[in-house]
């Protein structure tokens, strides 16, 4: 069975650094773009930043600079390296995977930044 496995979240202070990783795994032949959303309690998703399978990339204008988005496609694995962390970028973030098995959304992972 297809999946996404996140991995990286958790607490860390306000101008700090954390690396989230989302591994593809199971009947995938292919992943095309990945990416990243995030979620506040109460509200909708939304975007990050996404890559495409060639590497190109796009980001909420509100987080450019301070956060990249990468791949490794022999791995089928997204990153998200997340710098100079505020505390309003707390929030459950999910990967997510347009794959030949179909759109995968991955667990979520809580990032909590402190003041």
């Known amino acids: 069975q297809a999946q996404l496995v996140e991995s990286g979240g958790g607490l860390v202070q306000a101008g700090g650094s954390l690396r989230l990783s989302c591994a593809a795994s199971g009947s995938i032949f292919s992943v095309n773009a990945m990416g990243w959303f995030r979620q506040y309690p109460g509200k909708q998703r939304e975007l990050v930043a996404t890559?495409?399978?060639?590497?190109?990339?796009n980001y909420a204008a509100s987080l450019k600079g301070r956060f990249t988005i990468s791949r490794d496609n022999a791995k089928m694995t997204v990153y998200l390296q997340m710098n100079s962390l505020k505390p309003e970028d707390t929030a459950v973030y999910y990967c997510?995977?347009?794959?030949?098995?179909?759109?995968?959304w991955g667990q979520g992972t809580q990032v909590t930044v402190s003041s």
């Open positions: 890559i495409t399978q060639g590497g190109s990339r």
């Open positions: 997510y995977a347009e794959t030949t098995s179909g759109t995968l």
